[in-house]
């Protein structure tokens, strides 16, 4: 394998603590001209105990120090996990890589401040790699938001000479990435569009403690009525007006989501189905509300990726918003291009990994709002090995 050729497992772990994605990755090349093929997506689950002290850490309240070192060593034991499971599958091993990169367990985002956990080291240790991680902070160091991160992968790897694309993730939050036809990365624009499925999610939780914790292929939301009340006091947070670069998290959207619930007042109701359809309704039309505020150009197509593809319901409104532009925006699938929804963060941050080996920048300041170009991510070496 000649030197700009390597294998790199990126690990990707999002603000709905489904789990731990894993890519592996043949990346070739290096900076913007990097291209990639994906050997391998393996997912695994965290488990239902590690999910719940994930989601306590996030609630905002106290947090015992010794816990949250807990969390931390469960999170990178899943990591480990999962690319060794990843590995297996591949017929691979871990001298076949040259390295591990990744994001950890986003715990707190509030630019400049913000906390991806992981222990690399025992990442290190646990897959005998070395580790690429902390990818935010070196971006969050020069003026940045410390995301969206994907877009330098989402430019090396779909940027289109005639079609003007939007590139739409949608997890625990949305993001958008607007990648013009031939445009240099300068012109490039990406910001959170605010909640994917973070709302939903926690509405499900709330309605079935021992459920699966989200709404199966939006079944529920499909016999709700949006309700109208909701949505309009939602989307008036001051997040949804202001202009990019911008970033958002889990807790910042459920308290819009309370404040607009207690705004509604009488007109909320207790209709379960309702408040479903109403989130995935306020996550759909905050993308389409950012496309026609914030981007500087025509939409041709949206590519959608994450989680959200697996909810026909939410997705089906995004696609209606779609149909009612002038002209119609062609809504597709990441699949269609060949490429694994569910594997694409962990791609980009594999892209990332590369980048950061070679000492190269992968923050893009025109959607971060950082005041330069950086080298993110620090580098824990490969474990020495008794010879």
Not at 79 to 98: F, I, K, M, Q
Not at 154 to 167: E, I
Not at 308 to 323: C, F, K
Not at 367 to 377: I, K, M
Request: charged share 20%.
């Amino acid at each position: 394998m000649s030197e700009k050729t390597r294998l790199i497992a990126g690990a990707m772990s999002g603000t709905s603590a489904d789990g731990v994605d894993v890519a592996i990755v043949r990346v070739e090349g290096t900076g913007l001209g990097m291209s990639c093929k994906l050997i391998r997506h393996h997912a695994r689950p965290y488990d239902a105990g590690l999910k719940r002290a994930i989601f306590a850490l996030r609630g905002g309240g106290p947090v015992a120090l010794a816990e949250l070192v807990r969390v931390g060593r469960e999170v990178t034991l899943a990591y480990a996990a999962g690319v060794n499971e990843a590995l297996s599958a591949a017929g691979l091993s871990s001298r076949d890589l040259s390295a591990v990169a990744a994001h950890g367990q986003t715990i707190y985002h509030e630019p400049p401040d913000t906390l991806q956990w992981l222990d690399p080291a025992l990442l290190a240790a646990e897959t005998g790699c070395a580790v690429v991680s902390d990818f935010r902070r070196a971006d969050c160091a020069a003026g940045g938001q410390g995301a969206p991160l994907v877009p330098f992968a989402d430019y090396a790897l779909f940027r289109h000479s005639t079609t003007n694309r939007v590139l739409l993730n949608i997890g625990g939050i949305g993001n958008v990435t607007y990648i013009p036809a031939a445009a240099s990365p300068d012109r490039i624009v990406a910001f959170d569009t605010g909640p994917g499925n973070c709302i939903s999610d926690v509405l499900c939780r709330q309605f079935d403690p021992c459920g699966p914790g989200y709404d199966v292929g939006g079944r529920m939301a499909d016999g709700g009525v949006e309700i109208e009340a909701i949505s309009r006091a939602f989307l008036a947070h001051p997040f949804f007006g202001a202009r990019p670069p911008k970033s958002t998290d889990t807790p910042t959207m459920l308290a819009a989501w309370q404040g607009a619930i207690a705004i509604a007042g009488k007109d909320v109701g207790n209709d379960r189905a309702s408040l479903l359809k109403t989130a995935t309704a306020v996550a759909a039309r905050a993308v389409w509300d950012a496309v026609d505020r914030f981007l500087p150009g025509p939409v041709d197509e949206l590519i959608v990726s994450g989680g959200g593809v697996r909810n026909p319901h939410l997705l089906g409104q995004i696609r209606e918003w779609a149909a009612r532009r002038t002209p119609p925006v062609a809504v597709r699938k990441l699949e269609e291009l060949g490429i694994d929804s569910q594997a694409k963060e962990a791609m980009a941050f594999a892209l990332m990994g590369a980048a950061t080996l070679d000492g190269f920048p992968s923050n893009v300041p025109s959607c971060t709002g950082a005041r330069r170009a950086a080298v993110l991510g620090s580098i824990t070496p490969k474990p020495v090995t008794n010879r």
